[in-house]
């Protein structure tokens, strides 16, 4: 039971410390990660932390794999930012807020999703989804000029 | 590779249970507007399809059937979307989802690091399936069965914790992808009193992402 609790607080420790939230799994085309004002070119085995903003470019698509294995990936030319993300590997409770601005994004949720449904919610320009399980697609047309 | 036959697998296998309904009389106007937001739901690799809840302009739409699409703010109810135009959308976004996350169990001779012939076999299946993701996360855990001190259980479970460890180094994933520990006999899968020797219980459980 002790070494149960000294793992438990290591694991925590170690996930709040790293603060990836996921990372990246593939990538096709161009890719990069807008944070903190900077854009870095993304890379498979990148992590990718809260408040990250995922850019496609035309050609481009990627997936990312979240601590609680939720899955997301992005189609060509799309842009989602990574609102928040909180996750306890113990008790798998958590909260998972992306903003899809435009593009495809299609979604697998995870073990917070599981736990608690709509625990995982997905914005766009438009509207609010509560996710409770667990696959689904959503697509925002660029705004007509 | 695996998810994008999957996916494909998927929707063929979808396909044939549900063939896509006619395609419904298009209303003049809405033919020729663009979507501007849509969202569907699928049915997962398991075939149960769950639920999304979409909220807009003060509308609630609940999607929980398969490939049950809604036009978010153009219409307030839920339509089926064909599996062509599921592609032609999502198509690039589906086959981009992550391989799904998996977990692998091998089991172990009595008293030693060695895997059983079966599962050594088992390791080979899988260390070709780690090929197939290019950044893999790997966690291995050791466990015995509750044969011998604890103390001696604890070292033999980190000991083939390790040494399945070394068989995914060997195959050039790096080391920082791959975090292995033991748990001695904490952990059975099948309940035994002390000193029993339970085969079920040699084991080490890989856990994939």
Same mark, same amino acid.
């Given at each position: 039971m002790r070494w149960l609790v000294i793992l438990a607080a290591a694991v925590f420790a170690a996930a709040s410390y790293a603060s990836d939230v996921g990372q990246i799994k593939n990538l096709s085309g161009a890719v990069h990660v807008e944070r903190d004002g900077q854009r870095l070119a993304a890379a498979p085995g990148m992590g990718v932390k809260q408040a990250d903003v995922l850019v496609t470019g035309a050609d481009g698509s990627v997936?990312?794999?979240? !601590?609680?294995?939720?899955? !997301? *990936?992005?189609? &060509?030319? *799309?842009?989602?930012?990574? /609102?928040?993300?909180?996750? /306890?590997?113990?008790?798998?409770?958590?909260?998972?807020?992306?903003?899809?601005?435009?593009?495809? !994004?299609?979604?697998?949720?995870?073990?917070?999703?599981?736990?608690? &449904?709509?625990?995982?919610r997905v914005r766009t320009p438009s509207a609010i989804m509560g996710v409770r399980g667990t696959e689904f697609v959503v697509k925002v047309d660029e705004p007509a000029r | 590779m695996v998810a994008v036959l999957a996916i494909i697998a998927l929707i063929v296998v979808a396909h044939q249970l549900h063939p896509p309904a006619p395609p419904a009389p298009a209303p003049v106007t809405a033919a020729a507007a663009p979507v501007d937001e849509l969202v569907v739901v699928l049915p997962s690799a398991d075939g149960h399809t769950g639920t999304v809840v979409v909220d807009s302009q003060g509308t609630r739409t609940v999607l929980n059937q398969p490939y049950a699409s809604n036009r978010i703010g153009r219409d307030a109810g839920t339509m089926r979307l064909s599996l062509q135009e599921l592609r032609s959308a999502f198509g690039a976004a589906l086959s981009s989802i992550p391989a799904r996350p998996a977990s692998f169990l091998l089991y172990f001779i009595t008293g030693t690091d060695q895997l059983t012939e079966e599962s050594r076999g088992e390791l080979d299946r899988m260390l070709e399936e780690l090929r197939r993701r290019p950044a893999p996360d790997i966690l291995v855990i050791g466990h015995t069965d509750r044969v011998g001190s604890e103390p001696d259980n604890d070292r033999l479970s980190l000991q083939r914790a390790e040494r399945v460890r070394a068989s995914f180094l060997a195959q050039g994933i790096a080391p920082e992808r791959i975090q292995a520990s033991g748990r001695g006999e904490r952990e059975p899968i099948v309940q035994t009193a002390d000193g029993v020797d339970e085969p079920k219980n040699r084991r080490v459980e890989i856990n994939v992402r």
């Open positions: 997936g990312v794999t979240f !601590l609680d294995n939720s899955l !997301l *990936s992005l189609g &060509p030319s *799309s842009t989602l930012a990574i /609102d928040r993300y909180a996750f /306890d590997s113990i008790t798998h409770d958590g909260q998972f807020d992306a903003s899809l601005k435009r593009g495809t !994004l299609a979604v697998v949720s995870g073990r917070m999703v599981k736990r608690s &449904p709509e625990s995982m | -």
